[in-house]
């Protein structure tokens, strides 16, 4: 592993951070990365799944998957895996790789994780392990999934598709499913903390939400481009969105949610899209990646002040991730360089 | 930002037995030193088993843009989004369709969708038809003739089981919905790949290379082909509000029944050629330098699409003629 290939602008400063973060080139794009405890795995296009421990001096390296690895989700002390190898993996950090399901030429789109329950998508089906039993629960859908998220209690997994979201809920051993409907296609979504709002990002410019009671719409619009990156931040909590110039964060304080209110905006860099964000609990602040490559971390709360982490690189920041005790950061990037840095001097 | 390289994508459409699959299985077997995915349906004729071969849905969404006709593939998003996140970088991608399907969606899917723009373009679509039921499945399927008349490249295959006159009278009936596809008569698919694969057709500079058979141009056609192409030239140079507006009306108000446009302009008011295409109501333009040294200075524009007698297309091209 080298250092980035790219020279930052002429009269550049190094941000604190980079001083003293370690830096890798992987060669591959970064694809996703997830807290594991103190550690953060992230997952590459050929395959391959690195584990950033603050205890260790060089990444552990797991060869995981024949394939890009397309979505991941942290499952306790495990990372699940899913990819266009048609593979559903469990890994361990020490390296043991179980493989939950095989799919053969299909891929594993999505995956997901809460209290004990995995889940993965291929084609239209989602897959639902309980801990301790073997046989997987199919749940059907009118046409593929785009994105799987549980509920923090894992009573509800919310599944996107085309037309909307069907909500499944565990009842006596049983799921039982009610819909709700957005025309459009739904990929990456989520649930609100307090369980009341589901939030999907679209294949459109926009990002659609549903407060379950009573089935009401927030169309989230505006964007200038695809909002794909979203993270629950803040105390109030906001819904911090990539997408626009900056991190476009909405109010799910209240009753009502964002309807009618508009969006907290923080951490412009010029005319740069974000492309991906991540919460900051500690500090009430979001970390927000651009598309040429800059991180910056904005507070959300009683102050809105923001420092760069890392500069413009020329290359899009696919990956952000804070390890749980909010003490070490990662960046990755779609050309495979790798950012890990100690929050603290 | 850094520029990344698109990868080509080849659209490859025709009729269930046509020979769509014999032609994927060589470009994924013949050894020519490329890396090509390949993006198949999942009802696909007999299978296809490569580590390089991705099952599709074809799931047809509408954009919630306000554009009428406009559909898009979200399932090629989703797909063409995974493989450019491979470590190593692919040659192509070819997206084989189910018989049935009409291409404007996959094609609209480049024009709309940014993810895809940026990192992929269309560069063909290639459509394979059958010498001996072409004709029989032009009259009864409507989805025949769109796969003929979006075609850039029509491989007429086959050829071994039709005579010779037969031959002739079905690339007369292809003729006469898509005059400006290359026709290329094969008997088991054996056409060079460079000859399908690699055209870059859309790109707006290539479009300065089809001369359409102008001579037969405002041609008479028979009505028993629901789809028709219209061509038209002017010596007289046009101007480009004229032209802009009406042709901005045209495609917003029949561009459901305008499948395929393109056209090189000369405008009265610039020394600057400009080009356009556009699939339904969605349309690429760009002025492309000047004229070459030599050549005439015309305007060219043509329709493939339904209904183009209803559309008043001459009196309105006549009508963006500068003063």
């Known amino acids: 592993m080298g250092q980035p290939p790219t020279k930052p602008p002429p009269g550049y400063r190094k941000t604190s951070l980079e001083e003293r973060a370690l830096k890798f080139d992987s060669g591959a794009p970064v694809t996703g990365a997830v807290a594991i405890g103190d550690a953060i795995a992230s997952t590459f296009g050929d395959g391959t799944v690195r584990f950033f421990d603050p205890s260790e001096d060089a990444p552990a390296e797991v060869h995981a998957h024949n394939g890009v690895i397309l979505c991941c989700a942290a499952d306790r002390k495990h990372l699940l895996t899913g990819g266009d190898d048609g593979q559903f993996l469990r890994i361990a950090p020490d390296g043991t790789v179980d493989e939950l399901a095989n799919f053969g030429s299909k891929w594993v789109d999505c995956v997901a994780a809460s209290n004990g329950l995995a889940a993965c998508s291929s084609g239209r089906v989602a897959y639902i392990w309980t801990s301790g039993r073997s046989e997987a629960t199919e749940l059907e859908h009118s046409s593929t999934v785009g ?101 476009i964060c909405w109010p799910f304080d209240g009753p009502q949610g964002p309807m009618e209110r508009p969006p907290l905006c923080v951490a412009q860099h010029g005319d740069n899209l974000a492309t991906c964000v991540e919460a900051f609990p500690l500090l009430n602040a979001v970390f927000v990646g651009f598309q040429d490559g800059a991180v910056l971390v904005s507070e959300l709360e009683d102050s809105k002040d923001v420092m760069a982490l890392r500069g413009p690189t020329g290359i899009e920041v696919t990956a952000i991730a804070i390890n749980q005790p909010q003490s070490h950061l990662l960046v990755g990037d779609a050309k495979g360089h790798l950012l890990w840095a100690p929050l603290k001097k | 930002m850094v520029s990344t390289e698109q990868v080509p994508v080849t ?123 072409l004709d029989a499945q032009l009259g009864e399927h409507h989805e025949a003739e769109e796969q003929i008349a979006f075609a850039d490249v029509v491989l007429l295959n086959k050829t071994d089981l039709v005579d010779a006159a037969g031959l002739d009278a079905v690339e007369t009936r292809i003729r006469k919905i898509n005059p400006y596809s290359k026709i290329i008569r094969t008997t088991r698919c054996e056409a060079e790949l460079n000859a399908v694969l690699g055209l870059d057709a859309f790109n707006l500079d290539r479009i300065m290379e089809f001369e359409p058979d102008f001579l037969e141009s405002d041609h008479a056609h028979d ?82 699409g339904r209904n183009l007698d209803s559309m008043g297309l001459k009196e309105g091209f006549e009508s963006c003629k500068a003063e």
């Open chain 1, 147 to 247: 994105g799987l998220a549980f509920d923090a209690k894992g009573s509800r997994l919310a599944v996107a598709h085309y037309g909307g979201v069907t909500v499944w809920e565990q009842k006596k051993h049983r799921w039982k499913k009610s819909k709700l409907f957005w025309q459009g296609s739904h990929g990456a979504i989520t649930f609100s903390p307090d369980g009341k709002f589901i939030v999907t990002a679209m294949q459109e410019n926009a990002l659609h939400g549903w407060r379950l009671r009573g089935k009401i719409d927030l169309a989230m619009t505006g964007y200038p481009s695809k909002a794909k990156s979203f993270a629950w931040a803040g105390k109030t909590p906001y819904l911090a969105t990539s997408g626009g110039y900056e991190a």
């Open chain 2, 11 to 133: 659209v490859l459409t025709g009729f269930l037995g046509a020979g769509k699959t014999t032609l994927l299985n060589r470009i994924l077997t013949e050894q020519h030193g490329h890396r090509y995915a390949v993006i198949v349906n999942e009802f696909g004729e007999e299978g296809i088993d490569n580590d390089l071969v991705v099952d599709a849905d074809e799931e047809v969404f509408e954009m919630n843009n306000g554009c009428i006709c406009c559909t898009v593939r979200g399932d090629l998003i989703r797909i063409l989004s995974g493989l450019m996140k491979r470590a190593d970088q692919l040659d192509a991608i070819i997206v084989e369709t189910t018989g049935l399907a009409d291409p404007a969606p996959v094609a609209q899917t480049f024009f709309v969708d940014d993810d895809v723009a940026s990192r992929t373009k269309l560069d063909a679509i290639v459509t394979v038809a059958d010498a001996v039921h």
């Open chain 2, 223 to 304: 009505h028993d082909d629901d789809i028709t192409s219209i061509s038209f030239v002017s010596e007289i140079p046009l101007d480009i509000e004229k032209f802009q507006k009406w042709f901005g009306k045209l495609l917003q108000t029949r561009g459901q029944d305008i499948l395929r446009s393109k056209g090189i302009l000369n405008f009265s008011n610039t020394t600057d050629r400009y080009v356009f295409q556009g699939v339904h109501m969605l349309m690429d333009a760009s002025t492309m330098g000047a004229w070459p040294e030599g050549q005439p200075r015309n305007s060219r524009v043509v329709f493939i």
